[in-house]
C-alpha cells in the first residue's frame, strides 16, 4: 500500500512537470521576451532587459531556451513514439505468429539489442550527413528492440494464461481483432516503455546536437549548449548560458522518467484484463 | 542502514576531485634543458616533409626542419635562405637561383644542384601546386646555380610565392617514391634546416625536435623544440597560462578574443594582439543569377550588418572591415578605402531598380524574369570554425531576408564530398561564405581566392577588369609595381564587388616572457617563426 | 546441456559480429558519391581529380571498384579477417594499431568506473532496496534518478568550468602533460583522469543502484526470505547471506550486458575532456570524414560488448543452470 501511495506521488510529480515543459513549449511566442533568432549584442550577462543574457551573436538565451522547448520535445515524442510503435508491432507479430517469423524478428531484435547504440549514431552521423532525418533514423534505429522484447514476452504470457486460445475458440476471426484484444492488456508495460523511451531519445538526441550532428539550424537545447562550449562560453565562465539547457534537460527528462518508474510499481504485470 | 557511513561516503567522493595539487613540484617538462615548448592545436598526423599537413607540416613554414629557398619576414620583401641571391630576367620569365653550397641533409649526406633540380622538377610534374604555375623547365647552370624558365611573365611572383613555403628535397630519398603522400618509410622528415626530427610521443601528443650543430646559418640558440598539440584553443590558453608552454604557433587557426580574455594581466605573458591579415568573407558565384547581376551584389552589399558580423568573428576586437577585400596587415592596403556600411533602404533602392520585384507578394522578391528567387548559401567546411560559419550564416539569412531576399542554406553543409566538389571541381555555388588565410594573404591576396582559374585565382569572378588587373599584379616584376597593382585591386573590389570582407580581425599568438626573450613578432603570425631559432634565447638563469 | 545454450549464444554474436563488419561495408558502397574518395581520403581524391585522373582510374582497378559487388565484399571480407582494416588518412598509420592504441585509453576509463560504480551502487542499492522504508533510500533514490536525466556531458561542462577553468585545481584537458616518469607520470594521469572518472563512476554508481534496489525489492518478497525471517535470522543477515547471493548473478550480468553504455557515456565523456581516448578518435573521425576509422572503431567497440555478453551468458551457464536462458529484466 505503501508502495502506491510513492508511486502516485511521484507519478504526479512527473506530470506536473512535463505539463510546465509542454505548456512552455506550446506558449513559447507568447512567453519570449524576444524572437529567438534576432540578434543584438553579443556576450552579454543576465540583465533586466535579457534575463538570462545573450549568446555569441546576440540572441536573447531565454528566448532560445523557451523554443527549444519545441524542438526537444518535439524530437523526444515523436523518436519515442516510432521507437514504441515499432517495438509494439513487432513485439505483437512475433510473440503471436511464433514459428519461423519469430524467429527470424527476434535474430533481428537480438542484433540491434547488441549494437551499441550511441557509437552507431555517430557513424551514421557521418555517413549521413546532419540533419533532423539523419537525427530520426540513429536514435530510431536500435532503441525499439528493448521494447519488442517486453511486448513479445507479455504476449507469450499471456497465450501461456489460455487468453489467446479462447478467443479464437469463440471464433473471434481475423488478426485485425487479436490486436483489439492484445494491446489493451500490454497497454500499461507499452505506456511506461514510450515514457522511458521518451527519456532516451531526448538524451541522444541532446547528445547528437550537443557535437554538432543535429540539425545545425534548430534551436534544440542541445544546440544551445553546442554553441556554448564551443564558442566558449563554458571556458569564459558564461553560466546564464550553458546552465540553463542543462537543468532544462535534465528537469524533463526527470518528468518523463518519474511518470514511467511510477506506472511500472502500481500497476502489475501478471494482471489480464479483458 | 548508518546515515553516518553514507555520509562519509559522499563526503569522499565529493572531496576526491578536490585532493592534492595542480602539478607535482618538479613534473613541468623542459622546465631544466634549453627546451622551448610549443602548444598549438594543430593535430600531429602526419611527419612527411613532402606533405604540409598537421602539425609537422604546418611548422615547416617556419624554417624548422626543412630550408625554404627563400623566406619572408614579417611581410617585408623576401630574404635569401637557401637560395642565397637571384636574378630576375627583364622579361619576367626566368628566375636563376644560386644557392648555399655547403649545406648538408640531416642524415648527412650534401645537398647538391641535383636536389635542387629534383625538387622543382617535382613541383612541375608531380605536384603541380600554385606555388609554382607555368614552369616550364628546369636547367642545372652551375654547381650551385639553377636557372627556373616559365611560360609566362610570372618569375617574380613565383619567387614571393614560393618564399616560406618551398623548400628543398632531398633527392635520395624521394626520387623511388611513386606517391609521397603515402610513403612509410622512417626518413620522410629529413630536411636541412636548422632542427631535426627527434620523436614524437603519442600519449602527450608532443614531438621532439633537436637544433642541428653544423647548419649552414650556424647553430640555432634553442637547443631542444617540443611542439604539443592541444584539443581545443581553451586548452591550449590554459596551457600557456600555467606556463606548460612557452608559445603558441596556430596557423590557419588564430586565437580569437573568446578565449585570451584569462590572460589579461597574468605575470609574464604577453597577449600578443595583432590585426589578421586573413579575413572572413562573403563571395560570389557568378556562374548563375543572381550572383551575375552587379546591382545584386551591390545591394547584398548595403544589406549586411556588419557591426555585428565583426562583433561574432572578433568579440569587442573585430572592427567593420573596408570595401577593398585586402586586410590591414597586408602589404598594399589602402587605408583611404571608407568602411563598409549598412543601408537597407539603399539596398532595397538597388534591388528595385534592377527588376528584383515582389510581384505574388509573398514578401520575397522574384528574379527579373519572374522566376523565384532563392539564393543558396555554401559555407566553407571544416570542423573548428563551423559554429562561427553557421552563425554567420544566421546573420546573412537574416539581413537578406530583411531586404525581400529569400536565403537557404546549401546542403554541402553536412556533406564534405559535395562541398569538395562544389567549391574545387564545379564551382557553382551561388554565395560562398570563407576565409583567406594569412598564407594567401601573404602574396596572392584575397584576390586569388575570389578571380577565376582562367586568370590564375581559385574562385569564380570572370569579370574583364577584376581578371586584367589580378593578372597584372601577378606579373609584377618588383614590389613597386605590386603595390600600384594591389591599390588597383581594391579600388575594383570596392566597385564590381566580387567579394565582400566581413572583418577585420584582431588575432592572438601569446607567450611568455619568463623562461625566454628575444622574441620577435609577426604580424598575422606570431612569435613562432623563422627567426625564432637565432633571435630567441634562455632567460639568464639567476641560481 | 547448459553449454548447448552457450553455444547458441556464440553463433548469435557471432552473428552480430559479421552484420556489423557487413554494416561498414554496406554503408561505405551505398552513400552518395565516389566509394574511392572513402578509401584514399578528401585531400588526394581531388588532387588526383585535377591533376592526374589516369591516375585515379589505376586505383580504381587496384582496389577492385570496378568488380561486381559481390566480389568486392568477398575481399572485403577477406582483408578483415586478415587484419587489414586500411590506413587513415588523417594519420597515414594502420587503422587498426591507431584504434587499438585509443582503446587501452577508453579503457583505462571505463573499467574502473564500472568497477567502483557497480561495487558503490550495489552496496547502496541493496540497502535500499532491502529497508523499502527508509528514508535514506528514498532520498538516496530521488537523487540517483535525478544524476541519471543530467544529460553527462551537462555535469561534465558543470565541473570542467568549476574546477578547471574557474579553480584550476585540475587539468583543462588531456592524458598527460609529457616527458614524466616513474611515479610523476602515473599521478599526472591519476590527475587528468579524476574527473572524467568521478562523473562516469557516479553514473554507474547511480545505474547499478537502481538495479541493485529493484533486484533486491523483487527478492525481498520471495518466500524463502520469509520463512528465514520467521526462523529467526536478522534482517541484516539474511540480506547478506540469502538476498545477496540471490541477487548477485544477475546483477554481474546486467553489468556486463551494460558495458554497451558504458562505453557509449565515456565517449561524450572524452570529447568534453579531451581525453584521448576512442570518444575523442571517433568524433574526429566524424568530422574529417575519416571513414577508415570511423568504421574499426565501430567494429572494436561493437566486439567489446559482444565480449561483455558473453561473458554474461557464460556465467549464467556456469553458475546457475536454473536461470538459463531467462534473465531478471530490470
Same mark, same amino acid.
Given at each position: 500500500?505503501?508502495?502506491?501511495?510513492?508511486?502516485?506521488?511521484?507519478?504526479?510529480?512527473?506530470?506536473?512537470?512535463?505539463?510546465?515543459?509542454?505548456?512552455?513549449?506550446?506558449?513559447?511566442?507568447?512567453?519570449?521576451?524576444?524572437?529567438?533568432?534576432?540578434?543584438?549584442?553579443?556576450?552579454?550577462?543576465?540583465?533586466?532587459?535579457?534575463?538570462?543574457?545573450?549568446?555569441?551573436? !546576440?540572441?536573447?538565451?531565454?528566448?532560445?531556451?523557451?523554443?527549444?522547448?519545441?524542438?526537444?520535445?518535439?524530437?523526444?515524442?515523436?523518436?519515442?513514439?516510432?521507437?514504441?510503435?515499432?517495438?509494439?508491432?513487432?513485439?505483437?507479430?512475433?510473440?503471436?505468429?511464433?514459428?519461423?517469423?519469430?524467429?527470424?524478428?527476434?535474430?533481428?531484435?537480438?542484433?540491434?539489442?547488441?549494437?551499441?547504440?550511441?557509437?552507431?549514431?555517430?557513424?551514421?552521423?557521418?555517413?549521413?550527413?546532419?540533419?533532423?532525418?539523419?537525427?530520426?533514423?540513429?536514435?530510431?534505429?536500435?532503441?525499439?528492440?528493448?521494447?519488442?522484447?517486453?511486448?513479445?514476452?507479455?504476449?507469450?504470457?499471456?497465450?501461456?494464461?489460455?487468453?489467446?486460445?479462447?478467443?479464437?475458440?469463440?471464433?473471434?476471426?481475423?488478426?485485425?481483432?487479436?490486436?483489439?484484444?492484445?494491446?489493451?492488456?500490454?497497454?500499461?508495460?507499452?505506456?511506461?516503455?514510450?515514457?522511458?523511451?521518451?527519456?532516451?531519445?531526448?538524451?541522444?538526441?541532446?547528445?547528437?546536437?550537443?557535437?554538432?550532428?543535429?540539425?545545425?539550424?534548430?534551436?534544440?537545447?542541445?544546440?544551445?549548449?553546442?554553441?556554448?562550449?564551443?564558442?566558449?562560453?563554458?571556458?569564459?565562465?558564461?553560466?546564464?548560458?550553458?546552465?540553463?539547457?542543462?537543468?532544462?534537460?535534465?528537469?524533463?527528462?526527470?518528468?518523463?522518467?518519474?511518470?514511467?518508474?511510477?506506472?511500472?510499481?502500481?500497476?502489475?504485470?501478471?494482471?489480464?484484463?479483458? | 542502514?548508518?546515515?553516518?557511513?553514507?555520509?562519509?561516503?559522499?563526503?569522499?567522493?565529493?572531496?576526491?576531485?578536490?585532493?592534492?595539487?595542480?602539478?607535482?613540484?618538479?613534473?613541468?617538462?623542459?622546465?631544466?634543458?634549453?627546451?622551448?615548448?610549443?602548444?598549438?592545436?594543430?593535430?600531429?598526423?602526419?611527419?612527411?616533409?613532402?606533405?604540409?599537413?598537421?602539425?609537422?607540416?604546418?611548422?615547416?613554414?617556419?624554417?624548422?626542419?626543412?630550408?625554404?629557398?627563400?623566406?619572408?619576414?614579417?611581410?617585408?620583401?623576401?630574404?635569401?635562405?637557401?637560395?642565397?641571391?637571384?636574378?630576375?630576367?627583364?622579361?619576367?620569365?626566368?628566375?636563376?637561383?644560386?644557392?648555399?653550397?655547403?649545406?648538408?641533409?640531416?642524415?648527412?649526406?650534401?645537398?647538391?644542384?641535383?636536389?635542387?633540380?629534383?625538387?622543382?622538377?617535382?613541383?612541375?610534374?608531380?605536384?603541380?601546386?600554385?606555388?609554382?604555375?607555368?614552369?616550364?623547365?628546369?636547367?642545372?647552370?652551375?654547381?650551385?646555380?639553377?636557372?627556373?624558365?616559365?611560360?609566362?611573365?610570372?618569375?617574380?611572383?613565383?619567387?614571393?610565392?614560393?618564399?616560406?613555403?618551398?623548400?628543398?628535397?632531398?633527392?635520395?630519398?624521394?626520387?623511388?617514391?611513386?606517391?609521397?603522400?603515402?610513403?612509410?618509410?622512417?626518413?620522410?622528415?629529413?630536411?636541412?634546416?636548422?632542427?631535426?626530427?627527434?620523436?614524437?610521443?603519442?600519449?602527450?601528443?608532443?614531438?621532439?625536435?633537436?637544433?642541428?650543430?653544423?647548419?649552414?646559418?650556424?647553430?640555432?640558440?634553442?637547443?631542444?623544440?617540443?611542439?604539443?598539440?592541444?584539443?581545443?584553443?581553451?586548452?591550449?590558453?590554459?596551457?600557456?597560462?600555467?606556463?606548460?608552454?612557452?608559445?603558441?604557433?596556430?596557423?590557419?587557426?588564430?586565437?580569437?578574443?573568446?578565449?585570451?580574455?584569462?590572460?589579461?594581466?597574468?605575470?609574464?605573458?604577453?597577449?600578443?594582439?595583432?590585426?589578421?591579415?586573413?579575413?572572413?568573407?562573403?563571395?560570389?558565384?557568378?556562374?548563375?543569377?543572381?550572383?551575375?547581376?552587379?546591382?545584386?551584389?551591390?545591394?547584398?552589399?548595403?544589406?549586411?550588418?556588419?557591426?555585428?558580423?565583426?562583433?561574432?568573428?572578433?568579440?569587442?576586437?573585430?572592427?567593420?572591415?573596408?570595401?577593398?577585400?585586402?586586410?590591414?596587415?597586408?602589404?598594399?592596403?589602402?587605408?583611404?578605402?571608407?568602411?563598409?556600411?549598412?543601408?537597407?533602404?539603399?539596398?532595397?533602392?538597388?534591388?528595385?531598380?534592377?527588376?528584383?520585384?515582389?510581384?505574388?507578394?509573398?514578401?520575397?522578391?522574384?528574379?527579373?524574369?519572374?522566376?523565384?528567387?532563392?539564393?543558396?548559401?555554401?559555407?566553407?567546411?571544416?570542423?573548428?570554425?563551423?559554429?562561427?560559419?553557421?552563425?554567420?550564416?544566421?546573420?546573412?539569412?537574416?539581413?537578406?531576408?530583411?531586404?525581400?531576399?529569400?536565403?537557404?542554406?546549401? !546542403?554541402?553543409?553536412?556533406?564534405?564530398?559535395?562541398?569538395?566538389?562544389?567549391?574545387?571541381?564545379?564551382?557553382?555555388?551561388?554565395?560562398?561564405?570563407?576565409?583567406?588565410?594569412?598564407?594567401?594573404?601573404?602574396?596572392?591576396?584575397?584576390?586569388?581566392?575570389?578571380?577565376?582559374?582562367?586568370?590564375?585565382?581559385?574562385?569564380?569572378?570572370?569579370?574583364?577588369?577584376?581578371?586584367?588587373?589580378?593578372?597584372?599584379?601577378?606579373?609584377?616584376?618588383?614590389?613597386?609595381?605590386?603595390?600600384?597593382?594591389?591599390?588597383?585591386?581594391?579600388?575594383?573590389?570596392?566597385?564590381?564587388?566580387?567579394?565582400?570582407?566581413?572583418?577585420?580581425?584582431?588575432?592572438?599568438?601569446?607567450?611568455?616572457?619568463?623562461?625566454?626573450?628575444?622574441?620577435?613578432?609577426?604580424?598575422?603570425?606570431?612569435?613562432?617563426?623563422?627567426?625564432?631559432?637565432?633571435?630567441?634565447?634562455?632567460?639568464?638563469?639567476?641560481? | 546441456?547448459?553449454?548447448?545454450?552457450?553455444?547458441?549464444?556464440?553463433?548469435?554474436?557471432?552473428?552480430?559480429?559479421?552484420?556489423?563488419?557487413?554494416?561498414?561495408?554496406?554503408?561505405?558502397?551505398?552513400?552518395?558519391?565516389?566509394?574511392?574518395?572513402?578509401?584514399?581520403?578528401?585531400?588526394?581524391?581531388?588532387?588526383?581529380?585535377?591533376?592526374?585522373?589516369?591516375?585515379?582510374?589505376?586505383?580504381?582497378?587496384?582496389?577492385?571498384?570496378?568488380?561486381?559487388?559481390?566480389?568486392?565484399?568477398?575481399?572485403?571480407?577477406?582483408?578483415?579477417?586478415?587484419?587489414?582494416?586500411?590506413?587513415?588518412?588523417?594519420?597515414?598509420?594502420?587503422?587498426?594499431?591507431?584504434?587499438?592504441?585509443?582503446?587501452?585509453?577508453?579503457?583505462?576509463?571505463?573499467?574502473?568506473?564500472?568497477?567502483?560504480?557497480?561495487?558503490?551502487?550495489?552496496?547502496?542499492?541493496?540497502?535500499?532496496?532491502?529497508?523499502?522504508?527508509?528514508?535514506? !533510500?528514498?532520498?538516496?533514490?530521488?537523487?540517483?534518478?535525478?544524476?541519471?536525466?543530467?544529460?553527462?556531458?551537462?555535469?561534465?561542462?558543470?565541473?570542467?568550468?568549476?574546477?578547471?577553468?574557474?579553480?584550476?585545481?585540475?587539468?583543462?584537458?588531456?592524458?598527460?602533460?609529457?616527458?614524466?616518469?616513474?611515479?610523476?607520470?602515473?599521478?599526472?594521469?591519476?590527475?587528468?583522469?579524476?574527473?572524467?572518472?568521478?562523473?562516469?563512476?557516479?553514473?554507474?554508481?547511480?545505474?547499478?543502484?537502481?538495479?541493485?534496489?529493484?533486484?533486491?525489492?523483487?527478492?525481498?518478497?520471495?518466500?524463502?526470505?520469509?520463512?528465514?525471517?520467521?526462523?529467526?535470522?536478522?534482517?541484516?543477515?539474511?540480506?547478506?547471506?540469502?538476498?545477496?547471493?540471490?541477487?548477485?548473478?544477475?546483477?554481474?550480468?546486467?553489468?556486463?550486458?551494460?558495458?554497451?553504455?558504458?562505453?557509449?557515456?565515456?565517449?561524450?565523456?572524452?570529447?568534453?575532456?579531451?581525453?584521448?581516448?576512442?570518444?575523442?578518435?571517433?568524433?574526429?573521425?566524424?568530422?574529417?570524414?575519416?571513414?577508415?576509422?570511423?568504421?574499426?572503431?565501430?567494429?572494436?567497440?561493437?566486439?567489446?560488448?559482444?565480449?561483455?555478453?558473453?561473458?554474461?551468458?557464460?556465467?549464467?551457464?556456469?553458475?546457475?543452470?536454473?536461470?538459463?536462458?531467462?534473465?531478471?529484466?530490470?
Amino acid at each position: 500500500m505503501l508502495n502506491l501511495n510513492f508511486a502516485l506521488r511521484d507519478r504526479r510529480v512527473g506530470v506536473a512537470i512535463l505539463a510546465a515543459f509542454l505548456s512552455v513549449a506550446v506558449l513559447a511566442p507568447l512567453l519570449s521576451p524576444y524572437d529567438p533568432h534576432a540578434m543584438g549584442v553579443p556576450y552579454l550577462s543576465p540583465s533586466s532587459a535579457h534575463w538570462l543574457g545573450t549568446n555569441d551573436i !546576440g540572441q536573447d538565451i531565454l528566448s532560445e531556451l523557451l523554443y527549444g522547448a519545441r524542438i526537444s520535445l518535439f524530437i523526444g515524442i515523436t523518436a519515442a513514439a516510432i521507437i514504441t510503435l515499432v517495438g509494439m508491432m513487432v513485439g505483437i507479430v512475433a510473440g503471436y505468429l511464433g514459428g519461423k517469423t519469430d524467429w527470424i524478428l527476434m535474430a533481428i531484435c537480438n542484433v540491434a539489442m547488441v549494437l551499441p547504440s550511441f557509437p552507431l549514431a555517430i557513424v551514421l552521423a557521418a555517413y549521413l550527413g546532419g540533419g533532423i532525418k539523419s537525427l530520426m533514423i540513429s536514435i530510431c534505429l536500435t532503441a525499439w528492440s528493448g521494447t519488442a522484447l517486453v511486448v513479445r514476452a507479455s504476449v507469450l504470457q499471456l497465450r501461456s494464461a489460455g487468453f489467446i486460445r479462447t478467443l479464437e475458440a469463440m471464433g473471434a476471426n481475423s488478426v485485425r481483432i487479436m490486436f483489439w484484444h492484445i494491446v489493451p492488456n500490454i497497454s500499461g508495460l507499452v505506456l511506461v516503455k514510450a515514457a522511458l523511451a521518451v527519456c532516451s531519445a531526448m538524451l541522444a538526441e541532446a547528445g547528437l546536437s550537443f557535437l554538432g550532428l543535429g540539425a545545425e539550424t534548430e534551436k534544440s537545447w542541445g544546440a544551445i549548449l553546442h554553441y556554448a562550449f564551443f564558442r566558449n562560453g563554458v571556458f569564459n565562465g558564461y553560466w546564464w548560458w550553458y546552465l540553463p539547457p542543462v537543468l532544462c534537460i535534465s528537469l524533463c527528462i526527470t518528468g518523463f522518467m518519474l511518470l514511467g518508474r511510477s506506472r511500472r510499481d502500481s500497476a502489475s504485470e501478471h494482471e489480464v484484463r479483458s | 542502514m548508518n546515515g553516518k557511513k553514507l555520509i562519509a561516503i559522499l563526503v569522499l567522493l565529493l572531496l576526491m576531485p578536490g585532493c592534492g595539487p595542480a602539478m607535482p613540484p618538479d613534473a613541468k617538462p623542459g622546465a631544466r634543458r634549453n627546451e622551448l615548448r610549443i602548444g598549438t592545436t594543430l593535430p600531429h598526423t602526419q611527419f612527411n616533409a613532402m606533405t604540409e599537413e598537421g602539425a609537422f607540416g604546418k611548422m615547416n613554414y617556419n624554417s624548422f626542419t626543412q630550408a625554404p629557398f627563400v623566406e619572408t619576414q614579417d611581410h617585408v620583401q623576401v630574404k635569401p635562405y637557401f637560395a642565397k641571391s637571384w636574378e630576375v630576367s627583364p622579361d619576367n620569365r626566368e628566375l636563376l637561383l644560386t644557392f648555399v653550397d655547403n649545406a648538408v641533409w640531416h642524415d648527412g649526406r650534401p645537398v647538391t644542384a641535383e636536389d635542387v633540380k629534383f625538387t622543382f622538377e617535382y613541383f612541375k610534374n608531380l605536384r603541380k601546386s600554385t606555388y609554382l604555375q607555368h614552369l616550364q623547365q628546369v636547367e642545372i647552370v652551375g654547381a650551385d646555380k639553377v636557372k627556373l624558365i616559365f611560360s609566362q611573365p610570372l618569375a617574380f611572383s613565383a619567387l614571393n610565392k614560393m618564399s616560406t613555403f618551398v623548400f628543398v628535397y632531398p633527392k635520395h630519398i624521394w626520387e623511388k617514391v611513386d606517391n609521397p603522400r603515402a610513403y612509410k618509410g622512417t626518413d620522410t622528415t629529413i630536411g636541412c634546416g636548422p632542427y631535426r626530427f627527434l620523436s614524437y610521443d603519442q600519449a602527450s601528443q608532443t614531438s621532439h625536435y633537436q637544433a642541428v650543430d653544423n647548419h649552414f646559418r650556424g647553430k640555432p640558440t634553442i637547443d631542444y623544440i617540443s611542439v604539443r598539440s592541444f584539443a581545443t584553443h581553451a586548452a591550449l590558453v590554459m596551457a600557456l597560462k600555467n606556463g606548460e608552454i612557452d608559445a603558441v604557433y596556430d596557423y590557419g587557426n588564430p586565437l580569437e578574443a573568446g578565449v585570451v580574455g584569462v590572460l589579461q594581466g597574468v605575470a609574464s605573458v604577453e597577449v600578443g594582439t595583432s590585426g589578421d591579415p586573413g579575413n572572413y568573407q562573403l563571395s560570389f558565384g557568378f556562374k548563375t543569377d543572381p550572383s551575375r547581376d552587379i546591382a545584386f551584389r551591390r545591394a547584398v552589399k548595403y544589406a549586411l550588418n556588419y557591426p555585428l558580423m565583426a562583433s561574432t568573428i572578433g568579440g569587442y576586437h573585430g572592427a567593420v572591415a573596408g570595401g577593398g577585400i585586402i586586410a590591414p596587415p597586408n602589404r598594399g592596403f589602402r587605408a583611404d578605402m571608407p568602411p563598409l556600411r549598412q543601408d537597407k533602404e539603399k539596398a532595397g533602392q538597388l534591388l528595385d531598380g534592377a527588376g528584383y520585384v515582389d510581384r505574388d507578394h509573398d514578401g520575397f522578391r522574384e528574379l527579373p524574369n519572374g522566376q523565384p528567387l532563392e539564393v543558396a548559401v555554401t559555407i566553407r567546411f571544416g570542423a573548428a570554425q563551423k559554429p562561427v560559419y553557421l552563425r554567420l550564416f544566421e546573420i546573412l539569412q537574416r539581413d537578406l531576408q530583411d531586404i525581400g531576399v529569400r536565403v537557404r542554406l546549401d !546542403g554541402s553543409v553536412n556533406n564534405e564530398s559535395l562541398w569538395s566538389k562544389r567549391t574545387a571541381v564545379d564551382r557553382d555555388y551561388e554565395l560562398y561564405l570563407g576565409f583567406t588565410n594569412a598564407g594567401i594573404a601573404s602574396y596572392d591576396s584575397a584576390a586569388y581566392t575570389l578571380v577565376s582559374v582562367a586568370a590564375g585565382g581559385w574562385g569564380t569572378c570572370d569579370l574583364p577588369e577584376y581578371e586584367a588587373a589580378f593578372r597584372q599584379l601577378l606579373a609584377s616584376r618588383n614590389y613597386a609595381e605590386y603595390d600600384r597593382q594591389m591599390h588597383v585591386l581594391q579600388q575594383f573590389n570596392d566597385e564590381l564587388v566580387p567579394g565582400i570582407a566581413l572583418c577585420w580581425n584582431q588575432i592572438f599568438y601569446p607567450y611568455r616572457t619568463d623562461r625566454f626573450n628575444g622574441w620577435i613578432y609577426y604580424l598575422g603570425w606570431g612569435v613562432v617563426n623563422n627567426q625564432t631559432w637565432y633571435q630567441v634565447k634562455p632567460v639568464e638563469q639567476r641560481q | 546441456m547448459r553449454f548447448r545454450h552457450l553455444a547458441l549464444q556464440m553463433v548469435k554474436y557471432t552473428f552480430v559480429a559479421w552484420f556489423v563488419i557487413s554494416l561498414n561495408f554496406v554503408l561505405s558502397r551505398l552513400v552518395p558519391g565516389d566509394p574511392l574518395i572513402h578509401l584514399l581520403g578528401e585531400a588526394d581524391y581531388y588532387y588526383l581529380l585535377l591533376a592526374e585522373p589516369a591516375a585515379l582510374e589505376a586505383l580504381r582497378e587496384k582496389y577492385g571498384l570496378g568488380d561486381p559487388l559481390v566480389q568486392q565484399y568477398g575481399s572485403y571480407l577477406a582483408s578483415s579477417l586478415r587484419g587489414d582494416f586500411g590506413y587513415s588518412y588523417q594519420f597515414a598509420r594502420p587503422v587498426l594499431e591507431l584504434v587499438l592504441f585509443r582503446l587501452r585509453w577508453t579503457l583505462l576509463l571505463v573499467v574502473p568506473a564500472v568497477a567502483l560504480g557497480a561495487l558503490l551502487g550495489g552496496y547502496l542499492g541493496a540497502k535500499a532496496g532491502w529497508d523499502r522504508e527508509s528514508a535514506v !533510500g528514498r532520498h538516496l533514490t530521488a537523487v540517483f534518478i535525478l544524476i541519471n536525466s543530467i544529460p553527462p556531458y551537462g555535469l561534465a561542462l558543470l565541473l570542467l568550468s568549476l574546477l578547471a577553468f574557474w579553480l584550476g585545481v585540475l587539468p583543462v584537458g588531456g592524458m598527460q602533460t609529457g616527458g614524466l616518469t616513474g611515479w610523476a607520470y602515473i599521478w599526472d594521469i591519476g590527475l587528468h583522469l579524476v574527473l572524467p572518472l568521478s562523473i562516469l563512476t557516479l553514473y554507474k554508481t547511480a545505474y547499478h543502484f537502481l538495479i541493485m534496489q529493484s533486484l533486491l525489492d523483487c527478492i525481498r518478497r520471495e518466500e524463502y526470505v520469509l520463512t528465514a525471517a520467521a526462523k529467526g535470522l536478522s534482517q541484516e543477515k539474511i540480506l547478506w547471506r540469502h538476498g545477496l547471493r540471490n541477487a548477485l548473478l544477475p546483477y554481474i550480468a546486467t553489468i556486463c550486458m551494460q558495458f554497451g553504455y558504458a562505453v557509449a557515456g565515456a565517449l561524450m565523456l572524452e570529447i568534453v575532456f579531451s581525453w584521448d581516448g576512442m570518444g575523442t578518435l571517433v568524433y574526429q573521425a566524424v568530422l574529417s570524414k575519416d571513414f577508415p576509422v570511423l568504421q574499426l572503431s565501430f567494429l572494436v567497440i561493437s566486439f567489446c560488448v559482444i565480449a561483455m555478453n558473453l561473458l554474461a551468458d557464460f556465467l549464467y551457464a556456469v553458475l546457475d543452470p536454473r536461470l538459463r536462458g531467462a534473465y531478471v529484466e530490470s
